[in-house]
């Protein structure tokens, strides 16, 4: 290593110099300019942020059709038991209310999925284990119930509308790092286009979010809860500005459903919808460029009793009560509708006996109704596969809706029926599985069954659910 050589004494005078302060030719001092800090919004916040740590298991795919089928069994057997392994996970949690010594947390779905046993850490140190009230997959959102003294709750959000622009702050455990905090700004409102989840309304914001702070809380400058953490989009799987946080309004509207009925009691006002386009406008006479304009409204619906016609386009949705509906929106209590996904996000998280305000354009005519939801129809729809799809013969699927148990935390179709004797049930399907791939392709209609099965002289591989156990094989021709 050289021996390192002295200054010039020229040079060295010079970088002293720079160090000194400069004299201003007055005796008073030049006012301090203000520090710009979210210390305070940081410190509110922080102890009612949590470190969660999960220990379950997951369900080892199997390679048979025959799995636990009827046909594969002798006599008096009972049903096998699916292969599982240990698996671990972390992320975070908000502190939402407290009653006593017991805290109630809001999480994501996704971080307790298959929990056995829940940990929790708290910013002081203090570790506890947590249960689980209960889970709501397609918004992602979980509600947790802990015992400890000294809990602190975190200020909610809402009272003031979201806009672009504003700063927003960021606390999780971002790769096991609890009490972490980042700071971003909100890039756009009630994004609904990430397809991660069934029911999407995010806060679109450029805070630095990484695994592990899932179900952690987005906050204003002020400290308050303005939305649960939930995902990224990030071709690395780290931070690249991409974060998506459910709004508060609609996770607490979750964590309450669940709080009363230990599940999410769904409702429908008997509606389906399509996106307002150009070519829609023109043909429907429509001067909106945004919304949702219903396509079927069912006879009989509470849709179709507040007075809404098949054409109609939605444009805004609200509620009457006095806080701001999903913790957004204008001083009516009002949310835009973009798109179909909006609308049906907002009708997803609603549950049989609420209400909702609809603003809609019929021609160039603009209405308001109030709409009461109803119970979810217990006819499932039935798919058919077509005649040409022949290896598939004689099965029936539906959609896989908010019905069935599984709605959120998969993506595919349901078995309906694989008739006597046919092809469907010569490859083994079962009433009640679960398709979700084919080929390595994801499903979520009938018709990507029937569209990716058709064809091919090679035999596509199905992957399918049963129970609780994941089969994968190929179909027999």
């Known amino acids: 290593m050289p021996a390192l050589k002295p200054l010039h004494c020229t040079a060295a005078l010079l970088a002293a110099l720079a160090t000194m302060?400069?004299?201003?030719?007055?005796?008073?001092?030049?006012?301090?300019?203000?520090?710009?800090?979210?210390?305070?919004?940081?410190?509110?916040?922080?102890?009612?942020?949590?470190?969660?740590?999960?220990?379950?298991e997951e369900h080892?795919?199997?390679?048979?059709?025959?799995?636990?089928?009827?046909?594969?069994?002798?006599?008096?057997?009972?049903?096998?038991?699916?292969?599982?392994?240990?698996?671990?996970s972390i992320g975070s949690g908000v502190i939402v209310g407290v009653k006593g010594n017991t805290g109630y947390i809001v999480t994501n779905f996704h971080v307790i999925e298959g929990a056995e046993r829940i940990g929790i850490k708290m910013n002081d140190g203090r570790a506890y284990e947590a249960k689980l009230i209960g889970r709501d997959a397609p918004t992602d959102i979980a509600l947790l119930t802990l015992e400890a003294p000294g809990l602190i709750?975190?200020?909610?959000?809402?009272?003031?509308?979201?806009?672009?622009?504003?700063?927003?702050?960021?606390?999780?455990?971002?790769?096991?790092?609890?009490?972490?905090?980042?700071?971003?700004?909100?890039?756009?409102?009630?994004?609904?286009?990430v397809h991660y989840r069934n029911y999407e309304g995010y806060i679109q914001h450029d805070a630095?979010?990484?695994?592990?702070?899932?179900?952690?809380?987005?906050?204003?400058?002020?400290?308050?809860?303005?939305?649960?953490?939930?995902?990224?989009?990030?071709?690395?799987?780290?931070?690249?500005?991409?974060?998506?946080?459910?709004?508060?309004?609609?996770?607490?509207?979750?964590?309450?459903?669940?709080?009363?009925?230990?599940?999410?009691?769904?409702?429908e006002i008997g509606v389906s919808s399509t996106s307002v386009t150009p070519r829609i406008m023109g043909e429907l006479k429509l001067d909106v460029s945004q919304g949702a304009v219903l396509t079927t409204v069912a006879a009989g619906s509470p849709a179709e009793k507040a007075g809404l016609k098949v054409g109609d386009a939605i444009v805004e949705v609200g509620i009457s009560k006095p806080e701001?509906?999903?913790?957004?929106?204008?001083?009516?209590?009002?949310?835009?509708?973009?798109?179909?996904?909006?609308?049906?996000?907002?009708?997803?998280?609603?549950?049989?006996?609420?209400?909702?305000?609809?603003?809609?354009?019929?021609?160039?005519?603009?209405?308001?109704?109030?709409?009461?939801?109803g119970p979810l129809s217990d006819k499932p729809q039935r798919f058919e596969a077509p005649a040409a799809v022949s290896r598939l013969r004689g099965l029936v699927v539906t959609d896989l809706g908010p019905q069935n148990p599984r709605f959120g935390e998969v993506s595919?179709?349901?078995?309906?029926?694989?008739?006597?004797?046919?092809?469907?049930?010569?490859?083994?399907?079962?009433?009640?599985?679960?398709?979700?791939?084919?080929?390595?392709?994801?499903?979520?209609?009938?018709?990507?069954?029937?569209?990716?099965?058709?064809?091919?002289?090679?035999?596509?591989?199905?992957?399918?659910?049963r129970g609780s156990t994941p089969l994968r094989f190929k179909m027999p021709f």
């Open 21 to 56: 302060p400069i004299a201003s030719g007055s005796s008073a001092q030049e006012p301090k300019a203000p520090r710009l800090t979210f210390s305070d919004a940081i410190k509110r916040a922080m102890p009612s942020v949590v470190g969660i740590q999960v220990k379950g």
């Open 60 to 88: 080892i795919e199997e390679p048979n059709a025959f799995f636990n089928h009827p046909a594969a069994f002798v006599e008096g057997a009972t049903p096998q038991k699916g292969k599982t392994r240990t698996v671990g």
């Open 153 to 193: 709750p975190i200020r909610l959000g809402g009272r003031k509308p979201l806009e672009v622009g504003d700063l927003v702050l960021a606390i999780g455990s971002p790769l096991g790092l609890e009490s972490t905090a980042t700071l971003g700004m909100i890039s756009n409102l009630f994004r609904s286009s």
């Open 208 to 267: 630095s979010i990484n695994p592990g702070n899932s179900g952690g809380a987005l906050l204003n400058t002020e400290g308050e809860l303005i939305g649960i953490n939930t995902a990224i989009k990030s071709p690395s799987g780290g931070s690249v500005g991409l974060a998506f946080a459910q709004p508060v309004g609609l996770a607490m509207k979750i964590g309450d459903q669940i709080m009363k009925n230990g599940r999410v009691l769904r409702g």
């Open 324 to 373: 701001r509906f999903l913790g957004i929106g204008d001083p009516m209590h009002m949310v835009p509708i973009i798109s179909a996904r909006n609308l049906e996000a907002v009708l997803g998280i609603h549950g049989v006996g609420d209400s909702l305000m609809l603003k809609y354009h019929r021609g160039d005519a603009v209405h308001t109704t109030e709409v009461k939801f």
């Open 412 to 465: 595919g179709v349901v078995v309906l029926e694989a008739k006597p004797h046919s092809a469907a049930e010569f490859a083994g399907f079962l009433p009640d599985d679960i398709i979700t791939h084919v080929a390595g392709r994801n499903l979520r209609t009938p018709g990507d069954l029937f569209d990716l099965s058709a064809g091919g002289s090679e035999a596509p591989e199905i992957r399918l659910i």
